[in-house]
């Protein structure tokens, strides 16, 4: 499932593509036909990443919510518009380009209160200004539960993944099964922090890194990783390799339903 980096990378690219334009709206695919009649033809207004969401918001106070999930994927391009092939739950064509959406887990149209909802029930976004983070560490601090688990529940924290929660907390020395309670107000902050900036870079970069200079392949003289997500990290998806830092093999079990990764020496508990 993409992480949160990816949807506001996807924001920024169709508000530069579409915002300010009357579009068509349809849905080759059938399954979205009704939501499409509804907001085709109105202008595009602006587009929002909130987590794992993406939200099209369109004049007359209607917006697209869209979420991913593990299958969902974008597409664009410029005109012309090239015929339909295979299942395209969305298609938007614009003055000069084209989007079409396949495979989403959602795709429904909101009205205002619907996407206050959505926004009201996910935690707080590293991306965005409006974060929260301080209730959010207070809630992982009133829990029980793993760091680990904590991370990756979206009313907690919103957008970090996997992938994310399993650097972020190697980059902290932290066990992953650290309990949220035993986390000090300072130590969230240092997690918040090195987060909000690791997902700043992925936005930018469209992969996610997670290494300090001094471990990347051209200073450590390494190959680099190779792996479908991209990316140069330190444990995640890489069992039984030496940790970057120590040597360590890195370990791998499972926590919350999800594969967890860990240096036992860097990240004793």
Excluded at 57 to 69: A, M, P, R
Excluded at 218 to 225: D, T, V
Aim: net charge neutral; hydrophobic share 35%; glycine share 12%.
């Amino acid at each position: 499932m993409p992480e949160g980096h990816t949807i506001h990378r996807l924001a920024g690219r169709h508000r530069e593509l579409f915002a300010g334009e009357r579009l068509r709206v349809s849905s080759p695919q059938g399954r979205f036909a009704g939501g499409a009649a509804e907001i085709d033809g109105r202008r595009l207004v602006d587009t929002e990443a909130y987590g794992k969401h993406l939200l099209h918001h369109y004049e007359g106070d209607l917006s697209v919510h869209v979420h991913l999930g593990l299958y969902g994927k974008f597409a664009d391009g410029p005109s012309p518009v090239p015929e339909p092939v295979g299942q395209v739950r969305m298609r938007i064509v614009g003055d000069s380009h084209w989007l079409e959406l396949r495979g989403p887990t959602a795709c429904e149209v909101f009205d205002p209160a619907q996407a206050q909802m959505l926004r009201d029930r996910l935690g707080a976004d590293p991306l965005r200004d409006d974060a929260d983070s301080r209730a959010a560490g207070e809630r992982v601090r009133a829990s029980a539960k793993a760091v680990f688990a904590l991370l990756l529940d979206q009313s907690i924290v919103a957008g970090c993944g996997l992938i994310y929660a399993n650097e972020v907390l190697f980059r902290a020395g932290l066990a992953p099964t650290t309990p949220g309670r035993a986390i000090s107000p300072e130590c969230w902050d240092e997690i918040w922090t090195d987060l909000r900036a690791l997902m700043k870079e992925g936005v930018v970069r469209g992969r996610i890194d997670t290494v300090h200079t001094r471990h990347t392949p051209e200073a450590m003289q390494r190959a680099p990783r190779v792996d479908r997500h991209g990316g140069e990290v330190y444990v995640y998806r890489r069992p039984g390799q030496p940790c970057l830092v120590c040597g360590t093999a890195v370990a791998r079990g499972p926590l919350a339903g999800r594969n967890l990764y860990w240096c036992p020496s860097c990240q004793p508990g």
